[in-house]
């Protein structure tokens, strides 16, 4: 009996190896997400670690920003969504939570989602970006972009672009500090700094974005499943530029 117990605690020891070495593999390849099944949630997924020196001045991104409105049909990296909602609202600074746009008082009031339809490595879908454990969760599944599109007056460039970054905000966050003042002003202060951190990276990664503020508020609600203490603000859809 001794020995039938080492015999099968040996071959639970080589099966665990054996998968290790299996998941090894699948995250060397390229096309293969980082970390799937986060925690208890197996629809969330660990981005790349975001890249901190690039191959473009942010002099030459702010020379060459422009609005682009007309997107290739080409999926984007698993890489490339990484920096785009790290440069929006990444965590610069673990120890404080502090990010890469600024914050009155550290607040917060935003959250970001993004609307998947082309992207290697994810299936079509509404995801939420989490900054502090740089990952994103799927709140639902199939591509929403011609729903979007339509939601957004129609605007053709949601429909073409492998994904939409959309921006909320919780502003009862800022309020409690900052009362009415904070809602009108400090929260779309922060939603600019975001969003041009948005085109900047883009321009540097060669894709293009265009901000986007007219669309029908409770559509987008609906479309996105978004939860009643946010209210929808911004859409940046982002792509190569056709």
């Known amino acids: 009996m001794k020995y039938l117990t080492i015999l099968l605690c040996l071959i639970i020891l080589a099966a665990l190896f054996g998968c290790g070495e299996e998941l090894l593999e699948q ?15 197996p629809n969330s997924y660990y981005l790349p670690e975001p890249v901190l020196t690039g191959e473009m001045s942010v002099e030459e991104a702010l020379e060459s920003r422009r609005s682009r409105r007309n997107f290739q049909n080409e999926a984007l990296s698993a890489e490339q969504l990484s920096q785009i909602l790290w440069a929006a609202y990444g965590i610069t600074e673990h120890g404080r939570g502090l990010r890469t746009a600024p914050s009155a008082g550290a607040t917060y009031p935003l959250e970001i989602y993004v609307v998947i339809g082309y992207v290697s490595g994810f299936d079509a879908g509404v995801y939420k970006y989490d900054p502090h454990d740089h990952k994103i969760t799927e709140i639902k599944r199939g591509d929403i972009r011609d729903e979007l599109s339509a939601a ?30 904070g809602r009108e002003r400090y929260v779309f202060m922060e939603i600019g700094h975001s969003a041009q951190n948005i085109y900047l990276q883009a321009e540097a990664l060669g894709l293009g974005t265009c901000a986007i503020g007219a ?28």
Request: charged letters at 25%; a negative charge; glycine letters at 6%.
């Open 27 to 41: 995250n060397n390849n390229e096309d293969e997400l980082i970390v799937t099944g986060v925690g208890n949630s």
């Open 152 to 181: 957004a007056l129609n605007q053709a460039m949601i429909r073409e672009a492998p994904i939409t970054v959309v921006y909320t905000a919780v502003f009862s966050r800022i309020e409690g500090r900052y009362g009415q003042r």
């Open 215 to 242: 669309f029908t508020d409770s559509d987008v609600r609906d479309i996105l499943d978004i939860p009643a203490e946010e209210d929808p603000l911004y859409f940046l859809p982002v792509g190569y530029v056709r």
